[in-house]
């Protein structure tokens, strides 16, 4: 598997903080994230994010929640609009048959020197076989064990988070090696990128 | 002729394949399964023999990884009880489920369990070491009780008692619910599972295929209720279930579990290759990591004792009657007397049977699995996709190969298939 701890240069995303993430294990090389950015790297600014599991939803009888099919923020929900991918994390939903939200778990371990809190998406790139590549919405982000909102993180400690988001419309006869390219932060300027092994539609029947 | 192809080419599958030994695994297996990741990779990259296909590739990802990957999910807890008839009544009314009554599967101590290698030697005979027996009893549990999934459809059904019987389910004398039970889902939700004996215990045994319960009925019902067309699903009927999403419609029999442990392919379409008992235990907790949404993963122990119940299922069948020379001559070929009358694969064109099972995107291998024919005759219907009402109807389409059989062998057959 892939495994990234690559730092970001996240900075002009955020009036506080104009710097650049260095990696520890990175020699302090940065990866462009595409937003810019200066190259001066703050020493423990990362968040190390390994792989759990995940998959790209299945929305086999709520199309319309797929990305880029209509269900942007604000559209109105369709007909099954209570199916999971229109469902806020936390909050009771009822999904239909096989319709459910693509996520995401992985461990995040905080490299940097304090306590971090506010942990959101920054980016989720769905990189296609044939290198072509689709943004997907976020849903949300909350802690594997107490299904809320993550709590703060102490420095050097680590969690499992679930990262819920709108998955891909699928062609379900062409399941292909797609994964995705996953930007978190927390606090004022931490980050981390996630690069996920192949990523599938959930099976409705695993067997 | 046809059947000179047959043998050929199950002649060319069996060479390169390992002898099947899910039946008799060893204690230091057993260890290893529940304490070496990389054995459990290897185990898995074995077993997958097309590699090429999605549901190879989905599990091949996420596995066994030397770093992350599924071994990292929080364990599923096992606590779970019954669902009742009353349960429904909870249900229907609005309220919801609750598990105070519920019991955790509890895993024996561990040298008793891991067969510590070290302790006193023990008899060849698996079903003698107390090891063994230790397993398959938790394993029967597991089987009963621990949720494969939970489904949307499932819990709208469990509210519905009266459309249980137009699903096929069964409650017993003291209004559980065979198959179903509550737990708690990865989101901390009490709700209605499906456990393994929910499809493989047809008429309360333990092991046979359900060829009553109507899955593809329960989720056209509930699809109908929220308005979605759902024709398709209705058209799986009994004892039959889709395992894919792709658009072709191929639901297949839910199969029986009966000499699995000799088995050396899983699945119809064999997609599966068995390299020992570690290898069912990895397809079990594989299938309920995807079940639980990728969520959670089962505890190890559980899956270990569920692979040994599973491969125990049917050994205690008296032996089987001589075959009759029409047997020897037209069927031992493929239904090998010495694997419990099952065997290898042969391709799908080869076979008078639909194909389009074993050509399936996600996990056909364009072969079909041979399967035991042990205690057949309690198992109609046959093939991959129930299509053969009868044994009869089998034989008089000349299986396997559509060439005719004359009628005082298909006499005998038919005989000797009754009593095995």
Redesign the interface.
């Known amino acids: 598997m892939k495994r990234l701890m690559t730092t970001l240069s996240l900075a002009l995303l955020s009036a506080l903080t104009p710097a650049c993430i260095a990696d520890p294990d990175d020699g302090g090389a940065t990866a462009d994230a595409g937003s810019g950015g200066t190259e001066a790297p703050v020493n423990g600014a990362a968040l190390t994010l390994t792989f759990v599991s995940g998959h790209l939803g299945n929305y086999w009888d709520c199309p319309g929640e797929a990305n880029g099919a209509g269900a942007a923020a604000g559209a109105p929900r369709e007909a099954a609009g209570d199916a999971a991918g229109a469902c806020p994390p936390g909050e009771e939903c009822v999904s239909i048959i096989n319709c459910e939200a693509a996520m995401v778990m992985l461990e995040v371990e905080n490299e940097t020197d304090g306590a971090l809190s506010d942990f959101r998406i920054e980016r989720i790139v769905l990189v296609n076989d044939d290198g072509t590549t689709e943004d997907l919405e976020g849903l949300g982000i909350v802690d594997a064990e107490t299904q809320a909102p993550p709590a703060a993180l102490p420095a050097g400690a680590s969690r499992t988070l679930r990262v819920d988001f709108r998955g891909p419309a699928r062609d379900p006869n062409d399941d292909g090696n797609r994964f995705l390219r996953l930007e978190l932060r927390a606090g004022e300027s931490a980050a981390g990128t996630l690069e996920t092994p192949p990523l599938f539609s959930l099976p409705a029947v695993a067997t | 002729m046809a059947r000179a192809l047959h043998l050929a080419l199950r002649a060319a599958l069996l060479s390169a394949c390992a002898p099947p030994t899910g039946d008799a695994a060893t204690p230091e297996e057993a260890a290893r399964y529940l304490e070496d990741r990389a054995f459990r990779r290897e185990t898995l990259e074995a077993a997958l023999w097309r590699p090429d296909l999605?549901y190879s590739?989905?599990l091949l990802?996420?596995y066994g990884?030397?770093?992350?990957?599924?071994d990292?999910?929080?364990v599923q807890a096992s606590r779970t009880a019954p669902f009742t008839r009353a349960d429904a009544d909870v249900l229907a009314r609005g309220e919801a489920l609750a598990l105070d009554d519920a019991r955790e599967i509890a895993v024996p101590s561990a040298p008793e369990v891991t067969g510590d290698p070290a302790g006193p030697a023990r008899e060849p005979d698996p079903g003698a070491d107390p090891a063994e027996a230790t397993w398959r009893a938790l394993g029967a549990t597991v089987f009963d009780r621990l949720p494969?999934?939970g489904?949307?459809?499932l819990?709208w059904l469990a509210a519905r008692p009266a459309l249980w019987n137009d699903a096929g389910l069964s409650v017993d004398a003291v209004g559980r619910v065979r198959g179903l039970v509550r737990f708690a889902d990865a989101?901390?939700?009490v709700r209605v599972g499906l456990t393994c004996a929910g499809c493989h215990a047809g008429d309360g045994v333990p092991g046979r295929g359900d060829r009553r319960l109507n899955l593809g009925r329960a989720?056209a019902l509930?699809?109908a209720a929220?308005?979605?067309d759902a024709t398709a699903l209705d058209a799986w009927g009994p004892g039959r279930?889709?395992?894919?999403?792709?658009?072709s419609d191929d639901p297949t029999a839910i199969p029986d579990l009966f000499h699995v442990g000799t088995a050396g392919w899983l699945?119809h379409s064999g997609v599966v290759r068995v390299v020992g008992r570690a290898t069912l235990a990895i397809r079990f907790e594989t299938?309920f990591?995807?079940?639980h949404?990728?969520?959670t993963r089962p505890e190890r122990r559980l899956m270990w004792a569920l692979a040994s119940y599973v491969a125990s299922l049917g050994i205690e069948a008296p032996p089987a009657p001589a075959p009759p020379p029409a047997f020897t001559a037209r069927c031992a070929g493929c239904h090998d007397p010495a694997r419990a009358y099952g065997g290898d694969l042969v391709a799908a064109e080869d076979l008078g049977v639909d194909a389009a099972v074993a050509r399936d995107?996600?996990r056909g291998t364009g072969h079909y699995k041979i399967p035991s024919l042990r205690g057949v005759s309690d198992n109609a219907p046959y093939l991959h996709d129930g299509a053969a009402p009868t044994l009869d109807a089998l034989l008089a389409a000349g299986h396997p190969s559509g060439e005719a059989i004359p009628p005082a062998e298909r006499a005998a057959l038919l005989a000797f298939l009754n009593a095995l």
Do not use: H
């Open positions: 999605p590739r989905s990802s996420s990884l030397p770093d992350g990957g599924w990292r999910l929080p494969m999934r489904d949307a459809w819990d989101r901390g939700r989720r509930y699809a929220r308005g979605l279930v889709d395992v894919t999403d792709t658009d699945n299938q990591v995807q079940g949404l990728m969520q995107p996600e």
